[in-house]
Each structure stands twice: as C-alpha cells, then as structure tokens.
Nanobody
Framework: QVQLMESGGGLVQPGGSLRLSCTASGNIFRANAMGWYRQAPGKQRELVAAISGGSNTNYADSVKGRFTISRDNAKNTVYLQMNSLKPEDTAVYYC?????????????????WGQGTQVTVSA
C-alpha cells in the first residue's frame, strides 16, 4: 500500500524557517531517490529538491542556498529544512518518489500523491 504523509507546514513570517517531514511507505522509500515538490495557487506543481539513495542532493534555483533536503533511511522519512523563507515560497508542499533523474522528476508523473502540507509565508 502506498503511503505518503507530509507534515510540518504552517504560517511563518518572511525570513523565518520551517522543517517539513515526509514519511513514505517502504516500497517507495527504500534506497530510492526522493523529492519535495510544491504547488502554489494557480501554478503547476514544481520540483524543488531531490535526494538520492546515497544522499546526493539537487535543488531548484529558486531555493538553492535556502532549503536543505535530507533523509533518515531507518525512519523512511525525508526532510526539507527551509530557511530565509519568502512570500513566493507559499504553496502546498508534497514529497514523492522514487525519482529517476532530475529532468524526469520535474514532470511529477506519479499515480499517487499525499495530502501535502501547507506553507504560508506572510507578515
């Protein structure tokens, strides 16, 4: 059974920080690459960060230097530490996997998505 459970979102002021968590079922997580996506109102879902099974990471230019993706394989959990948040980071954040390549992952072609977690950056 596919399970993706995102948490940790909330309302934060510009410049603030949040740490998102996503617990995935083992058949998704294992040693696979995982990614964090976000979807803002009226916009397409976009890939913001990815981490390989060996913990190599990649980031969208819009979040590079501010967001950090990490994983805990023992807990089937992937994290997204978000610092220096901006109003344009406001979106529902989702995780998913396994990812094949950064290019293909950007298509976000998964059959199942979790409920996501809302991040709102506002003064």
């Amino acid at each position: 059974q596919v399970q993706l459970m995102e948490s940790g979102g909330g309302l934060v002021q510009p410049g603030g920080s949040l740490r998102l968590s996503c617990t995935a079922s083992g058949n998704i997580f294992r040693a696979n690459a995982m990614g964090w996506y976000r979807q803002a109102p009226g916009k397409q879902r976009e890939l913001v960060a990815a981490i390989s099974g060996g913990s190599n990471t990649n980031y969208a230019d819009s979040v590079k230097g501010r967001f950090t993706i990490s994983r805990d394989n023992a807990k089937n959990t992937v994290y997204l530490q978000m610092n220096s948040l901006k109003p344009e980071d406001t979106a529902v954040y989702y995780c998913n996997g396994p990812l094949s390549s950064w290019e293909e992952a950007q298509l976000g072609e998964f059959d199942f998505w979790g409920q996501g977690t809302q991040v709102t950056v506002s003064a």
